[in-house]
């Protein structure tokens, strides 16, 4: 983004996820602005992701729901941001076939009530802020349904076709975000991703799950026959796409952003068995002796990839991260993190923000 301090303070939702956190930490990192971060603290919501920025006064977090249109409201008038960048979502797909509901709530009707209080407050800016104003929806390639062995790779024209609760809500909101765009002129840009891995992704994903239970000596339950492919980013690849997107991109467009590195989630999960070999050797023997077939996902998408010719082209992002590097780094980070493991699954990091929280109360 330009020198305009206006612009360089940017409001970022769900900043306590996963991939949110890696942003907030590579913004204020990389461009010394400054993150609002409003974040619901559900159950993937963890401030010991941003611990690093204890007493840094770049970074302000309130608690609080992307749906709550007086908060946001309030929020914008008082930080005045020169963009927002909307991660906030229930992002994971067997939850939502356990429980959709609270997918249509977030995904759809949260995005919603955030896109109509960031046009109100974009309607009321001063013409060059406008001008510079962004709103940055992140979303998923699962949007595009599931391809075939031998089908190309998403593009940004590719036909929507959601087959999954969570890939449908992602879906509603991304057609809400083009609408504001259509009907308002709000100057707002898609990226649709595909499967992030990397640091302080909460372990009911694969490829921390499978790390952690590994470490367990527990079982890695491998669904169906495992030959379904995902097309895995490296997090900080995709942390520096969307700042370059924020910088560069055309309000209006969608980039889709991808690892170039497709894999059969069986062939993931030897991987991480070979570098838990090496790196943390088992008495029982390999830990690939762990892996164990267990019943499909219910309309699992067969296979995922992404084109990411546009955003390469028209903004000159490359992948950064092949996916051994990337893989290697992330189970080093797990095991050099067991704290992190540890307070994630026992809950204690929930009971620090109570401790927190409670007693300032809402901003
Ligand atoms: P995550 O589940 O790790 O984090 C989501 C964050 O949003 C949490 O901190 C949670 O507390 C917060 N949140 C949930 N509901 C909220 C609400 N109503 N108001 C405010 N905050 C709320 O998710 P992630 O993996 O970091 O994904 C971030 C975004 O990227 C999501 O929009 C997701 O759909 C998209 N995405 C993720 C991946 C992936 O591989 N992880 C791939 C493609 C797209
Ligand atoms: P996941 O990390 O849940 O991401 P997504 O469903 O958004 O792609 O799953 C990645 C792939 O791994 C997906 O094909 C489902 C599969 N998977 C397993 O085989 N076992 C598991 O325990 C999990 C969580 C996922």
Redesign the pocket.
Known sequence: MNSNPHSKTVLI??G?????SNFVLDWIAQTGGSVVN?????Y??NLGNLESLKGDTRHVFIQ????DGELVRRLLAEHRPGAIVN??????VDRSIHGPADFVQ?NVM?TFSLLDEACRYWQGLNPSERERFRFLH????EVYGSLGPNDPAFSETTAYAPNSPYAAS?AASDHLVRAYHHTYGLPVITTN????YGPY??PE?LIPLVILNALDGKPLPIYGDGLNVRDWLYVRDHCEAIRLVLAKGRPGETYNIGGRSQRANIDVVRSICHLLNELRPRLGGDHASLIGFVKDRPGHDRRYAIDCGKIERDLGWKVRTDFDTGLRETVAWYLANPDWVENVRSGNYQRWVDLNYNLRGRQ
Do not use: M, R
């Open positions: 939702t769900g306590a996820g996963f991939i949110g409003l974040d619901k603290l559900t993937a919501g609080g729901d992307i749906g991660f906030a979502a229930e992002s994971h977030t949260g992140v979303s998923t390639d992602k991703c595909s499967n992030n992704q909460f994903k």
